[in-house]
């Protein structure tokens, strides 16, 4: 089985400009990120998809890969299938967010690893115990699953309401790394747009909508992302300790 490693890098971010080449302890994000992917075992290339040839020039600069895509993609999951079909020799890809530069390999090949023990899996994800601080916070997206691990549903709400006592349920916060297989990847960014993914703005609820199932493997990771300037402080100041 063939996996590419693909990490979409957007430069015009509304909260943080140009965030790919923000500096991190000496280096742009965008390579934080790369080099912790490319410590993953199992993917066979690590690729930057990028909408600006500025982040193209950081990443040959380093000597990354990395892939020109289109700056009218309406969602990343649109960037992602843009170059699935340019590499039809893959069987997996893996999306990792180019605002992770804390990323861990292991969890990359975690991913990975299910769609070796599963032949027939389409999509997997990954959960997290949730702080009771992320309880309430939209940003922090839940999951719930059912008893074979894979999605129920997920939302910006608390999932699942505390109706009983508090310690009889584990909250979860679905952390933001997909994986697809490459097939089936080309069909989901084909998909319609549904009402749900629309309502809660989260994509991966159209899989669910349209009838597909998403496994969700459990980790201790605790991704740190930054999409603010108050989180780039803290993971530079996670990097120089």
Avoid: W
């Amino acid at each position: 089985m063939k996996i590419l490693c693909v990490i979409p890098a957007r430069y015009a971010s509304t909260r943080l400009p140009g965030k790919p080449l923000a500096d991190i302890a000496g280096k742009p994000m965008i390579q934080r990120v790369y080099e912790q992917a490319k410590k993953a075992l199992r993917p066979a290339m690590v690729l930057v998809a990028a909408d600006h040839p500025l982040v193209a020039d950081a990443v040959t600069g380093f000597g990354g890969e990395v892939m020109m895509t289109s700056t009218n993609h309406p969602t990343g999951t649109d960037r992602l299938a843009e170059v699935a079909r340019a590499f039809p020799g893959f069987d997996v890809i893996i999306n990792v967010q180019g605002d992770e530069p804390l990323i861990e390999p292991a969890v990359i090949d975690q991913l990975a690893a299910a769609f070796v023990e599963e032949p027939d899996l389409l999509m997997a994800t990954l959960k997290t115990r949730a702080d009771e601080a992320e309880y309430n916070n939209p940003n922090a997206v839940k999951v719930v699953t059912g008893l074979n691990d894979y999605a129920l549903y997920f939302s910006r709400s608390l999932l699942p309401y505390p109706r009983v006592r508090p310690e009889t349920f584990a909250v979860y916060k679905h952390i933001g790394i997909y994986a697809y297989r490459r097939d089936f990847l080309l069909t989901y960014a084909a998909l319609a747009p549904t009402p749900l993914e629309k309502a809660e703005s989260l994509e991966q609820l159209r899989a669910l909508e349209h009838g597909y199932r998403i496994k969700v493997l459990e980790t201790s990771f605790k991704p740190v992302g930054v999409d603010t300037l108050e989180d780039l402080e803290k993971v530079r100041t996670i990097l120089q300790k």
